[in-house]
T-cell receptor, first 116, second 109 residues
Framework: ETGVTQTPRHLVMGMTNKKSLKCEQHLGHNAMYWYKQSAKKPLELMFVYSLEERVENNSVPSRFSPECPNSSHLFLHLHTLQPEDSALYLC???????????????FGPGTRLTVL | AQRVTQPEKLLSVFKGAPVELKCNYSYSGSPELFWYVQYSRQRLQLLLRHISRESIKGFTADLNKGETSFHLKKPFAQEEDSAMYYCALSSLATGKLIFGQGTTLQVKP
């Protein structure tokens, strides 16, 4: 599959579980992002990586831990989540991290997470 | 503070009717604005960007700096336009996107 892929597409976990979400982009981009999409809130930017370095952490609880081993892969490690963390988690990538009208973000299909 | 506001959570129109999805922003400086769309069971994707001044799928959006608005318009809605639409602003400082709450457009036959 081309573009941005995410696995798994659906995940159900208990509050004591540890799981990881994976994102992979095949576009040769240098910036990657994690977003949270909840039913009643706008898209929330969680983390931003540029050239494998974290450049943004929007006050996200420590139970979410990102990892970017290389420019093509991004992980979100989950540990002792709460039911209110249930949401669609979207990964995105862009050519670079920077201000540009042409620096389009490409999104993955998302992982639907349910925390019981 | 940088903010994007989409006042309508749901907009329902009949096929062939004009559509206007509202977007207002708060930003100090020259903004870069976008509309993203998410069709049912598809991923979020870019619809159009204001700098291009283009028309995509019959949609246009004009940046009005005086009213700090970037409304999305289409003269004749089609059923396939039914989707979730997000207005977004690109931050000069960080390059990251700030999204509005989204508006669901429902086009009825």
């Amino acid at each position: 599959e081309t573009g941005v892929t995410q696995t798994p597409r659906h995940l159900v976990m208990g509050m004591t579980n540890k799981k990881s979400l994976k994102c992979e982009q095949h576009l040769g981009h240098n910036a990657m992002y994690w977003y949270k999409q909840s039913a009643k809130k706008p898209l929330e930017l969680m983390f931003v990586y540029s050239l494998e370095e974290r450049v943004e952490n929007n006050s996200v609880p420590s139970r979410f831990s990102p990892e970017c081993p290389n420019s093509s892969h991004l992980f979100l490690h989950l540990h002792t989540l709460q039911p209110e963390d249930s949401a669609l988690y979207l990964c995105a990538s862009s050519q670079v991290l920077g201000f540009s009208s042409y620096n389009e973000q490409f999104f993955g299909p998302g992982t639907r997470l349910t925390v019981l | 503070a940088q903010r994007v506001t989409q006042p309508e959570k749901l907009l329902s129109v009949f096929k062939g009717a004009p559509v206007e999805l509202k977007c207002n922003y708060s930003y100090s400086g020259s903004p870069e604005l976008f509309w993203y769309v998410q069709y049912s069971r598809q991923r979020l994707q870019l619809l159009l960007r204001h700098i291009s001044r283009e028309s995509i799928k019959g949609f246009t959006a004009d940046l009005n700096k005086g009213e700090t608005s970037f409304h999305l318009k289409k003269p004749f809605a089609q059923e396939e336009d039914s989707a979730m639409y997000y207005c977004a602003l690109s931050s000069l400082a960080t390059g990251k996107l700030i999204f509005g709450q989204g508006t669901t457009l429902q086009v009825k036959p």
